[in-house]
Protein backbone atom coordinates (compact mmCIF):
# COMPACT_ATOMS: atom_id res chain seq x y z
CA UNK A 1 0.00 0.00 0.00
CA UNK A 2 1.02 3.34 -0.90
CA UNK A 3 0.21 6.62 1.38
CA UNK A 4 -0.32 9.14 -1.17
CA UNK A 5 -2.77 7.47 -3.76
CA UNK A 6 -6.08 9.17 -4.12
CA UNK A 7 -8.07 5.80 -2.82
CA UNK A 8 -10.79 6.70 -0.10
CA UNK A 9 -8.88 4.13 2.56
CA UNK A 10 -5.71 6.41 1.67
CA UNK A 11 -7.13 9.34 2.08
CA UNK A 12 -8.84 8.83 5.42
CA UNK A 13 -5.57 6.78 7.08
CA UNK A 14 -4.34 10.16 5.98
CA UNK A 15 -6.76 12.62 7.57
CA UNK A 16 -6.18 10.23 10.84
CA UNK A 17 -3.10 10.38 10.46
CA UNK A 18 -3.06 14.19 10.39
CA UNK A 19 -5.60 14.24 13.82
CA UNK A 20 -3.05 12.14 15.39
CA UNK A 21 -0.25 14.58 14.79
CA UNK A 22 -2.72 17.31 15.99
CA UNK A 23 -2.86 15.55 19.11
CA UNK A 24 0.44 14.92 19.15
CA UNK A 25 1.36 18.52 19.19
CA UNK A 26 -1.47 19.38 22.23
CA UNK A 27 0.70 16.52 24.00
CA UNK A 28 3.87 17.55 23.50
CA UNK A 29 2.63 20.95 24.13
CA UNK A 30 2.39 20.01 28.11
CA UNK A 31 6.05 18.83 28.20
CA UNK A 32 7.60 22.35 29.14
CA UNK A 33 8.87 24.27 31.72
CA UNK A 34 8.89 28.50 31.96
CA UNK A 35 11.47 30.34 32.40
CA UNK A 36 9.40 33.15 32.59
CA UNK A 37 6.11 33.79 30.54
CA UNK A 38 7.24 32.01 27.41
CA UNK A 39 7.74 28.36 27.56
CA UNK A 40 9.91 25.36 26.82
CA UNK A 41 7.83 22.94 25.12
CA UNK A 42 9.03 19.86 23.09
CA UNK A 43 6.04 20.92 20.36
CA UNK A 44 8.35 20.89 17.46
CA UNK A 45 8.87 17.42 17.38
CA UNK A 46 4.70 17.22 16.28
CA UNK A 47 5.54 20.30 13.71
CA UNK A 48 8.57 18.82 12.36
CA UNK A 49 7.43 14.95 12.18
CA UNK A 50 4.06 15.75 10.44
CA UNK A 51 6.08 17.41 7.58
CA UNK A 52 8.56 14.85 7.49
CA UNK A 53 5.51 12.16 7.08
CA UNK A 54 2.86 13.74 5.60
CA UNK A 55 1.80 15.32 2.17
CA UNK A 56 2.21 19.36 2.24
CA UNK A 57 -0.95 20.00 2.68
CA UNK A 58 -1.99 17.16 5.17
CA UNK A 59 0.85 18.52 7.26
CA UNK A 60 -0.54 22.27 7.11
CA UNK A 61 -3.85 20.61 8.08
CA UNK A 62 -2.55 19.03 10.90
CA UNK A 63 -1.62 22.05 12.47
CA UNK A 64 -4.28 24.06 11.25
CA UNK A 65 -6.47 21.72 13.40
CA UNK A 66 -4.57 22.11 16.42
CA UNK A 67 -5.09 25.67 16.18
CA UNK A 68 -8.81 25.51 15.93
CA UNK A 69 -8.67 22.67 18.83
CA UNK A 70 -7.01 25.31 20.88
CA UNK A 71 -9.34 28.25 19.71
CA UNK A 72 -12.55 25.77 20.30
CA UNK A 73 -11.12 25.95 23.97
CA UNK A 74 -9.80 22.28 24.56
CA UNK A 75 -6.35 22.54 26.77
CA UNK A 76 -3.92 21.98 24.19
CA UNK A 77 -1.70 25.00 24.74
CA UNK A 78 1.43 24.88 26.95
CA UNK A 79 -0.26 24.81 30.46
CA UNK A 80 -3.31 23.34 29.25
CA UNK A 81 -4.41 26.30 28.19
CA UNK A 82 -7.32 26.94 25.59
CA UNK A 83 -9.59 29.23 24.14
CA UNK A 84 -8.63 32.51 21.56
CA UNK A 85 -7.04 34.41 24.32
CA UNK A 86 -4.26 31.84 23.75
CA UNK A 87 -3.80 32.53 20.14
CA UNK A 88 -4.32 36.13 20.36
CA UNK A 89 -2.05 36.51 23.35
CA UNK A 90 2.03 37.19 23.47
CA UNK A 91 2.47 33.54 22.65
CA UNK A 92 0.07 33.17 19.63
CA UNK A 93 2.51 34.28 17.14
CA UNK A 94 4.22 30.71 17.76
CA UNK A 95 1.48 28.99 17.30
CA UNK A 96 0.73 30.96 14.27
CA UNK A 97 3.56 29.92 12.23
CA UNK A 98 3.09 26.15 13.24
CA UNK A 99 1.09 25.36 10.15
CA UNK A 100 3.53 27.07 7.78
CA UNK A 101 6.51 25.42 9.27
CA UNK A 102 4.96 21.85 9.42
CA UNK A 103 4.05 22.99 5.52
CA UNK A 104 7.18 24.06 4.52
CA UNK A 105 9.20 20.85 6.34
CA UNK A 106 6.86 18.61 4.07
CA UNK A 107 7.97 20.41 0.87
CA UNK A 108 11.51 20.26 1.31
CA UNK A 109 11.46 16.63 2.78
CA UNK A 110 10.00 15.40 -0.36
CA UNK A 111 12.27 17.81 -2.60
CA UNK A 112 15.33 16.19 -1.03
CA UNK A 113 14.45 12.35 -0.75
CA UNK A 114 13.54 12.78 -4.39
CA UNK A 115 16.61 14.62 -5.39
CA UNK A 116 18.64 12.12 -3.62
CA UNK A 117 16.22 9.22 -5.17
CA UNK A 118 15.99 7.83 -1.41
CA UNK A 119 12.99 7.00 0.80
CA UNK A 120 12.58 8.06 4.47
CA UNK A 121 13.36 4.89 5.44
CA UNK A 122 16.77 5.29 3.62
CA UNK A 123 17.78 7.94 5.36
CA UNK A 124 21.69 8.08 6.42
CA UNK A 125 23.99 10.37 8.35
CA UNK A 126 24.48 13.04 5.94
CA UNK A 127 21.07 12.71 4.99
CA UNK A 128 19.83 13.11 8.79
CA UNK A 129 21.83 16.73 8.92
CA UNK A 130 21.03 17.42 5.82
CA UNK A 131 17.06 17.45 6.83
CA UNK A 132 18.07 18.70 10.08
CA UNK A 133 19.65 21.79 8.16
CA UNK A 134 16.42 21.80 6.42
CA UNK A 135 14.46 21.80 9.52
CA UNK A 136 15.95 24.84 11.07
CA UNK A 137 14.99 26.78 7.67
CA UNK A 138 11.10 25.15 7.95
CA UNK A 139 10.93 26.36 11.47
CA UNK A 140 11.56 30.01 10.70
CA UNK A 141 8.39 30.93 10.80
CA UNK A 142 7.51 30.20 14.41
CA UNK A 143 10.24 32.01 15.06
CA UNK A 144 9.74 34.97 13.06
CA UNK A 145 6.15 35.44 13.88
CA UNK A 146 6.89 34.60 17.69
CA UNK A 147 9.35 37.30 17.66
CA UNK A 148 6.61 40.20 16.17
CA UNK A 149 4.35 39.14 18.20
CA UNK A 150 5.95 39.01 21.58
CA UNK A 151 7.91 42.31 21.02
CA UNK A 152 4.55 44.10 20.53
CA UNK A 153 3.38 42.78 23.52
CA UNK A 154 6.75 43.61 25.39
CA UNK A 155 6.81 46.95 24.32
CA UNK A 156 3.78 47.81 25.27
CA UNK A 157 3.69 46.17 28.79
CA UNK A 158 6.05 46.77 31.79
CA UNK A 159 5.93 43.75 33.40
CA UNK A 160 6.47 41.42 30.13
CA UNK A 161 9.54 44.14 29.13
CA UNK A 162 10.67 43.53 32.81
CA UNK A 163 10.94 39.54 32.53
CA UNK A 164 13.09 40.04 29.21
CA UNK A 165 15.59 42.14 31.11
CA UNK A 166 16.06 39.99 33.67
CA UNK A 167 16.48 37.00 31.56
CA UNK A 168 18.76 39.13 29.33
CA UNK A 169 20.97 39.81 33.06
CA UNK A 170 21.01 36.23 33.64
CA UNK A 171 22.65 34.56 30.55
CA UNK A 172 24.99 37.57 30.71
CA UNK A 173 23.47 39.58 27.74
CA UNK A 174 23.29 43.90 28.86
CA UNK A 175 22.44 46.05 26.37
CA UNK A 176 20.73 49.27 25.80
CA UNK A 177 18.76 47.59 22.20
CA UNK A 178 15.46 46.81 23.46
CA UNK A 179 15.06 45.09 20.07
CA UNK A 180 18.06 42.95 20.30
CA UNK A 181 17.17 41.89 23.90
CA UNK A 182 13.79 41.27 22.83
CA UNK A 183 14.84 38.72 20.29
CA UNK A 184 17.76 36.86 22.45
CA UNK A 185 15.11 36.25 24.89
CA UNK A 186 11.83 35.17 22.44
CA UNK A 187 14.01 33.67 19.65
CA UNK A 188 17.46 32.79 20.22
CA UNK A 189 17.50 30.97 23.84
CA UNK A 190 14.80 28.25 22.24
CA UNK A 191 16.82 27.20 19.01
CA UNK A 192 19.25 25.19 20.32
CA UNK A 193 16.73 23.10 21.95
CA UNK A 194 14.47 23.46 19.20
CA UNK A 195 16.80 22.12 16.82
CA UNK A 196 19.44 19.56 18.99
CA UNK A 197 16.82 17.90 20.74
CA UNK A 198 12.82 18.34 18.71
CA UNK A 199 13.93 18.18 15.76
CA UNK A 200 16.49 15.29 16.30
CA UNK A 201 13.55 13.46 17.95
CA UNK A 202 11.20 13.67 14.97
CA UNK A 203 14.10 12.69 12.06
CA UNK A 204 14.66 9.35 14.04
CA UNK A 205 11.06 8.54 15.05
CA UNK A 206 9.85 9.66 11.33
CA UNK A 207 12.80 7.10 10.20
CA UNK A 208 11.64 4.43 12.31
CA UNK A 209 7.95 4.65 11.58
CA UNK A 210 8.99 4.85 7.67
CA UNK A 211 10.57 1.76 8.50
CA UNK A 212 7.89 0.07 10.64
CA UNK A 213 5.38 0.81 8.02
CA UNK A 214 8.13 -0.22 4.94
CA UNK A 215 7.98 -4.21 6.64
CA UNK A 216 4.37 -4.13 7.14
CA UNK A 217 4.38 -3.13 3.12
CA UNK A 218 3.62 0.06 3.54
CA UNK A 219 5.59 2.83 1.57
CA UNK A 220 5.16 6.74 2.42
CA UNK A 221 5.24 8.27 -1.19
CA UNK A 222 7.25 11.70 -1.43
CA UNK A 223 5.64 12.61 -5.20
CA UNK A 224 2.41 13.70 -3.77
Not at 71 to 99: E, N, R
Not at 197 to 221: C, F, N, P, W
Request: aromatic share 12%.
Amino acid sequence: MTICSKSIATQVLLLAFSTLIAVLTGILAQASFFLGPIPYTMQNVGIILGGLLLPPKHALFSQLLYIVLIALGLPMASGFKGGLHVLLGYTGGYIAGFPIASFLMSIFTRAYLNLRKIKLYDVGVKDFIALLLLSVVAALPIYILGFIVFAYYALSNKNLFSWVIKVSNVIGFSSNDRILAIFLVSVAIFIPQDVLMDHVIAISTAKAISSYLKQRGVVIEQNC
